[in-house]
C-alpha cells in the first residue's frame, strides 16, 4: 500500500514538472531530455492538456521542421550519393570484362576505325596524311594509342598543331598538350589563334583548345577507312 502511494506521488511530481517545462515552450522530446525519461508522446500530450504555451512557440516549432527539413535533405542527398555509387560500380564491374577486349588487336584496329570515322572524317586533308582532332584529351589519347598498334606506324610521321582562342596562353597549352601526348616539342607546329576570337574573352575556362594530330601516311589512312566502310557494310546487311 505505501509502495503504492509513493509510486503516485512520484508520477504526480513528474507530471508536475512535465506541465512546468510545457509551460516554458519545451517540446515533448525536450521534455523528456530534461527529465531523462522516455515518456511516450501521448502520455505528455496527455498530461499537458490545457496548458498555455509561450506566444512565441509557433516560432519555435517552425525553426525546429526546417531544421528536420535541412537534415532530412542532406541524409538524402548523402543516401542517393551512396546509391549512386553503387549503381556506378556495378556498371563498371559489368563493363570491365568488355574494356578488356581492346587489348585484343583486331578490336583496337576497329575501335580505330570507329574513332576516325567519327573524327578524322571531320578533319579531310588533300595531302598524303589524315587528321584528328579533339578538345578531349580521352580522344586524343584513345587515337595515340591505337594508332601505334597499327602495323607500319612510325612515330615520326606524327605532326600536332594546338589551335586556340585569342585570350589563351599558347605556351601554357602546348605544354599541356605535349604532357597529355607525350609527344617532343619538334613535332609541334607553331600554335593557331582563331582569329575570329580576338576581343571575346574565353568564358570557359577549363577550355584548352583544340589539339589537331596529322599523321603522314596515306596506305594507313586507306586501310582505316577500308576497315571503317567493311563493318558499315557488315552491319548494314543486319538491317537497322
Known amino acids: 500500500m505505501v509502495y503504492n ?19 516554458h515552450g519545451k517540446t515533448y522530446e525536450e521534455i523528456n531530455q530534461k527529465l531523462k ?9 496527455g498530461w499537458c ?9 509557433p516560432e519555435k516549432i517552425e ?33 570491365l570484362p568488355i574494356a578488356k577486349t581492346i587489348k585484343d588487336n583486331s578490336v583496337g584496329l576497329i575501335a580505330l576505325a570507329m574513332l576516325c570515322l567519327g573524327e578524322a572524317s571531320k578533319y579531310k586533308s588533300k595531302h598524303r596524311q589524315f587528321s584528328l ?7 586524343i589519347t584513345i587515337f595515340l594509342c591505337l594508332l601505334k598498334r ?20 599558347t605556351e601554357f597549352l602546348e605544354e599541356y598538350w605535349r604532357g597529355v601526348t607525350c609527344i617532343p616539342k619538334n613535332l609541334f607546329y ?20 583544340v589539339l589537331v594530330i596529322d ?3 596515306r596506305i594507313i589512312q586507306q586501310k582505316i577507312e577500308s576497315i571503317a566502310d567493311l563493318v558499315y557494310n557488315l552491319l548494314k546487311l543486319e538491317g537497322p
Not at 9 to 16: D, M, N, P, T, V
Not at 150 to 169: L, M, S
Request: net charge positive; charged share 35%.
Open 5 to 23: 502511494v509513493l509510486m503516485v506521488r512520484y508520477l504526480l511530481k513528474i507530471k508536475k514538472e512535465a506541465r512546468k517545462l510545457r509551460r
Open 215 to 217: 599523321y603522314g601516311d
Open 63 to 95: 525553426k525546429i521542421n526546417q531544421k528536420n527539413l535541412s537534415e532530412a535533405r542532406v541524409l538524402a542527398w548523402k543516401t542517393n550519393k551512396i546509391n549512386r555509387k553503387i549503381f556506378l560500380d556495378q556498371i563498371k564491374k559489368e563493363s
Open 190 to 209: 607553331s600554335t593557331r589563334i582563331d582569329p575570329r576570337t580576338r576581343g571575346k574573352p574565353t568564358k570557359n575556362k577549363e577550355y584548352k583548345g
Open 37 to 45: 525519461m522516455k515518456i511516450p508522446k501521448s502520455t505528455l500530450s
Open 150 to 169: 597499327f602495323p607500319g606506324y612510325k612515330a615520326e610521321k606524327i605532326r600536332c598543331t594546338v589551335q586556340c582562342r585569342a585570350d589563351q596562353d
Open 49 to 57: 492538456h490545457g496548458v498555455l504555451l509561450p506566444i512565441d512557440y
Open 133 to 139: 582532332g579533339s578538345s578531349d584529351p580521352r580522344i
